[in-house]
Nanobody, 124 residues
Framework: QEQLVESGGRVVKVGDSLRLSCAAPGGSFSHHAMAWFRQAPGNERDFVAVLVDNDVKYYAEAVEGRFTISGDSTKDTLYLEKNNLKPDGTALYYC??????????????????WGQGTQVTVSS
């Protein structure tokens, strides 16, 4: 069973930057795709970004240009660099893995395993 462990979440101010990490030991980092989602209180879990084959990157329109997804295969770790944070960035951030190719990349049901999440709170 794959295990993902997110870290890096904390309270930050509007305009700040923050980097989240997702440790993916046991070879799961080599799976087809790894993504970040976020869920604000009372909302659905929303797609943020995905890294496909540790190469191709796709972003949600709301974060395009401000967030950067990346991976380090030597550390089996996925990252999400967040710049110019806005109040709507307050959410529980999850990383997720997709073992093999599947067309869908932006829905929670497209992914096979998940971490427990890390909380980011953006204060004004």
């Amino acid at each position: 069973q794959e295990q993902l462990v997110e870290s890096g979440g904390r309270v930050v101010k509007v305009g700040d930057s923050l980097r989240l990490s997702c440790a993916a030991p046991g070879g799961s980092f080599s799976h087809h795709a790894m993504a970040w989602f976020r869920q604000a209180p009372g909302n659905e879990r929303d797609f943020v970004a995905v890294l496909v084959d540790n190469d191709v990157k796709y972003y949600a329109e709301a974060v395009e240009g401000r967030f950067t997804i990346s991976g380090d295969s030597t550390k089996d770790t996925l990252y999400l660099e967040k710049n110019n944070l806005k109040p709507d960035g307050t959410a529980l951030y999850y990383c997720a893995g997709q073992r093999v190719f599947r067309m869908g990349k932006a829905r929670p049901r497209d992914y096979d395993y998940w971490g427990q999440g890390t909380q980011v709170t953006v204060s004004s």
